[in-house]
């Protein structure tokens, strides 16, 4: 599952059925590689939840419902990136359910390039797995040969270099990612061209 970074909330589902008196918990293995944090763990008795203890090293934006076992990312970012896995503790280890989490950013430097001038746009996923890769690439087919743009790859960020920006640079990029050839998920990569300043700036006087 692909999200863009800080933006809309994650809903995870809980078992779809559960053993009665058994036990159930969350854990969360982050792309950052730190340690496994465990949630709430839950008992059921009967028809009842019980929450066991309290959280252990989850982000506060990272909640259980005690009701339905669905687990609610609120506005993922880089560090709640990673593997959620739900597991049936009591009664027959298994795993009920388990889900990925890919973060990814997209951002430009400088944010409101000057119009004619230089811009750099990053786009990075919080885990870049060895069949997994990313491009920049134009929304516009036709702008496939640009000769003003270079990509440059670095560990999980991919890079491009825009030259001589134009107003239609602005809202021209976008970031792909691709698995074996087929597209998983898109991020446009819209950055504002501040064409107000060219205005105002003095004409070169030939003598």
Request: with cysteine; charged share 25%.
């Given at each position: ?25 969350w ?12 949630s ?104 496939q ?37 087929n ?14 300043e ?10």
């Open positions: 599952m692909y999200f863009l970074d800080n933006r809309d909330d994650i809903v995870l589902n809980g078992p779809d059925n559960a053993e009665k008196d058994t036990v159930v918990v854990e969360w293995k982050p792309h950052s590689g730190k340690q496994i944090g465990k709430s763990t839950f008992r059921r008795m009967r028809n009842y939840l019980i929450k066991d203890k309290a959280a252990g090293d989850l982000y506060p934006e990272i909640s259980v419902n005690q009701n339905t076992l669905d687990l609610t990312i609120d506005k993922p970012t880089f560090k709640s990136a990673g593997i959620f896995t739900l597991t049936q503790t009591k009664l027959g280890k298994q795993i009920l359910k388990q889900y990925e989490i890919f973060v990814m950013k997209v951002e430009a430097s400088p944010q409101r390039p000057l119009l004619g001038s230089d811009v750099t746009l990053s786009c990075t996923i919080s885990r870049l797995s060895d069949t997994v890769s990313l491009h920049w690439r134009p929304m516009d087919s036709s702008q040969n640009r000769s003003n743009t270079d990509q440059i790859r670095l560990d999980n960020t991919v890079y491009l270099m825009v030259q001589h920006v134009t107003v239609e640079d602005g809202k021209l990029y976008v970031c792909e990612v691709r698995e074996n050839g597209i998983l998920h898109t991020s446009n990569g819209d950055f504002t061209v501040n064409t107000s060219c205005k105002h700036l003095p004409l070169d006087i030939e003598t």
